[in-house]
C-alpha cells in the first residue's frame, strides 16, 4: 500500500456566494465545472475523490475576500459544517478579513470555538501585507495573537494570483519575516513558497526560523526541483499540496503521483507527504 498522504492546501468553498464575473472565469477554465460545483456542496462525493487519489486528510483553505473573490465571513461557518462529514479527515481553514473585519478579538474567537483549525491570511487578494501592523493596522496582531496562544498555524498567500483585481506586491514572502520575529511562538506557513519570482525568499525564511514552513502547492511536481533546487534541505519544513481546483491543476490523484515520481530521497518524500503536516495540525 502507498505511503498515506495529507494534501495541505486545496480549495473546497462556499461558490454560490462567488462573484459572478469569477464565476464566469472559472466555468471558462474548468471544464468540469459541474463536478466542483458538486464538490462544494457535497462531502460525501469529494471523501470518495480523496479516497481514489490516496490521501488520508485536506486542508480545505478558506477566507474571507468580499471584494475580489466575493466570500464573506461566512466561509468559517461554511468549511466547519462541511469538514463535520469526516472530522478525522477534514481540516477547516478560515479567516477574518485583516482589513475590514470590525471586532477582530470577538471574531477570531468564535471562528477558533467554532472549531477553524488554521489561518489563512491572503495578501493579494485582501489589500494588506502580512506586516502592515507596523504600520497601524490592527486587526492582524489579533489574528497572530489568538492563533499564538492557541498554537494554531498561519498560512500567508505569497507569489503572484492573476485573478481579476488581485495585487500580486501583497505576496511578497519578506512580509512574513516581521511577523515571525515579532510572534516567535506561533507556526507560519508560506503557501506556493512565493513561487514563481520570491522562492530564494521563502526558502530563506524556512531555514532561518524554526517556525516557517513552505507548503508546495500550485507548482508542478515535475518543476519542483527547477523552482526548489535545495528542497531537501527543508524536507522537515515542506508541505505537500495540491491547490485544487485551480487551473492548471490537473487533478489531486495526478499530482500525488508526480510528486512520488521527483528525484528527491524516499525519507525527504514521506515527511513532506505526510509528517510534517500531520504534526504540524497535531493530526
Ligand atoms: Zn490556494
Known sequence: MAEPVIDFHLHVQPWDTLKPEVQA??????????????????????????????VEKACLVNYPSPDVMGFDEGVNDFVVTYCKAAPDRLIPVGGIHPRLCKRPKEEMRRILDLGIRMLKIHGPHQGVMPNAYLDGNTILPAIYEACQVARIPVMFHTGTSVFPGARSRFGDPLGVEDVAVDFPGLPLVLAHVGRPFWTEQAFFLARRFPQVHVDLSSIPPRSLLKFIPRLEEIADKALFGTDWPAPGVPGIRENVEAFRGIQISEDAKRKILYDNARRLLAA
Open 25 to 54: 472565469s472559472w466555468r471558462k477554465t474548468q471544464k468540469n465545472f459541474a463536478e466542483l460545483e458538486r464538490v462544494m456542496k457535497d462531502p460525501g462525493y469529494f471523501l470518495g475523490m480523496l479516497d481514489r487519489a490516496g
